[in-house]
């Protein structure tokens, strides 16, 4: 099921419906029921082109300089930091 899933996002093939049947009855029926809360955005992230993991890892990299600089210092390094990087 696993693989199976893997494939479909690799090759950007919405076979969604037939995996989500196939998993209710599967030890990834949690995740099953996950995805099919939210069949639309899943449809849409498989088929579609773009992505936002450039904006996400920009938000990833701030958001790890804010965690290391907690309690050490104010804004203006923070920013001085953020500017450096």
Same mark, same amino acid.
């Given at each position: 099921?696993?693989?199976?899933?893997?494939?479909? #996002?690799? *090759? $950007? *093939?919405?076979? &969604?419906?037939? =995996?989500? *049947?196939?998993?209710?009855?599967?030890? &990834? @029926?949690?995740? @099953?029921?996950?995805?099919?809360?939210?069949?639309? @955005?899943?449809?849409?992230?498989? *088929?579609?082109? =773009?992505?936002?993991?450039?904006?996400?890892?920009?938000?990833? $990299?701030? $958001?790890?300089? $804010?965690?290391?600089?907690?309690?050490?210092?104010? #804004?203006?390094?923070?920013?001085?930091? &953020?500017?450096?990087?």
């Amino acid at each position: 099921m696993v693989k199976r899933f893997q494939d479909m #996002l690799r *090759t $950007k *093939t919405a076979a &969604l419906e037939n =995996w989500l *049947t196939d998993a209710r009855g599967s030890l &990834l @029926a949690a995740f @099953a029921a996950g995805i099919a809360a939210d069949r639309a @955005a899943v449809t849409a992230a498989i *088929t579609e082109p =773009w992505s936002n993991g450039q904006t996400e890892g920009q938000i990833n $990299k701030v $958001k790890l300089l $804010k965690r290391q600089m907690y309690g050490r210092a104010g #804004l203006d390094l923070l920013r001085a930091r &953020l500017i450096a990087a």
